[in-house]
């Protein structure tokens, strides 16, 4: 299938780890996506490699490059440098944006440009990728499940590695605190200040709470008004947390983040084939009101295979015309279950002792 003459999607960041796996998988899939980056030998390599279009410039000057563009995968992190250029960009041109941010700043200031977007015609959509398309999911299925639910947990685990792009990403936020929603406000406390031990559905693990995306996102899509995240991390991940905790506690917080990031390009690699064939991620979910309680799970491919995945899937549906405009999660545009047209994703719901299983039945 040649989608050449479809409506034009743009890669941005389309060198990064993430980014290269992007345009690998949508060429595959018979689009020719225009292929950008700021460094225009770096972005020229990609496009050479396809046989691409490239667009090297800077996210700052991106206005004057999205004239013939449809669609902005924005896959260049941290979003907090790059999201708010590109989203202006993306509104002053009519042009639609996604990325693959999780970062909860970021969905809280792309939220406001809701408005303004929704007045150009434009879909604003961050958060395509495994940050946050299947635990924005499951916060949605599970608010189906219990629509007076008053309290939302979710809790993940991934055992695959992480890639120095999202470690940076992850250690900046670790930087500047963690988070938890309460009566509908976001409340700023120490990342790690709560923990929870969780059954990911293979023996209890313990988390520790994070600022994750979803005490955005998910409470955009559900309005339920408390909201905690957790996470298991990943032994790479686990390793630079304990350092940074440690180095955060006595050194100036800039001199520990700079030395953190070269700690990363210097000993961290982003998973190979293999071990984002072999990875699985498990997220749990729970919501409460005062009389009930629900919980389901789900088991998805490798965070980055997802990523990957998720990313073209809603990129697919936004070409088609299939978003509505203004800001949106990936489930307040498409609904809970966009998550099951993923290959390889399970849903699991626990009723006391019953448990209903659904599987993915799209094909890779
Ligand atoms: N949603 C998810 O589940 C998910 C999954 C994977 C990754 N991510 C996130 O996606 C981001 C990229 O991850 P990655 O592993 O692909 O990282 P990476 O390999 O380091 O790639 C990052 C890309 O972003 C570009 N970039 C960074 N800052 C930029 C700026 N200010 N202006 C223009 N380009 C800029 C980099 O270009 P230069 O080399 O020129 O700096 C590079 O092309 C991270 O923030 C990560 O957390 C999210």
Redesign the pocket.
Known sequence: MSHSDSPRLLVY???????RLVVERAVAHGYEPLVA???RT?TRGVATAHGLQARPF??EDAADHLGTVDVVLN?????D??ADPMVDACIETETDYLD???ELQVFERIHRRGGDAEAAGVTLLP?V???VVPTDCLATHLHRRLPDATHLSLALESEGGV????L???LSDIGSGGAVRRDGDLRFEQIGARTRVVDFGEGLRRAISIPWGDLSTAYHSTGIPNIDVYLSLPKNARRAFSLSRYAGGVLDADQVQRALSWLVDQYVE?PDEAARSAGEAHIWGEARSSNDRVVSRLRTPD??R??VRTALLVAEKVLDGEAPAGYQTPASAFGPDLVLEVPGVERVDLNGDEVVREESTAAE
């Open positions: 960041g389309a060198y990064g780890y993430t980014g980056g700021r460094d770096k800077a996210v896959c260049a992190g941290p979003f440098q790059t693959i941010t999780g958060g990728g495994f940050d890639s120095p792009g999202t940076k990403t992850m982003g965070t980055y997802m990523t």
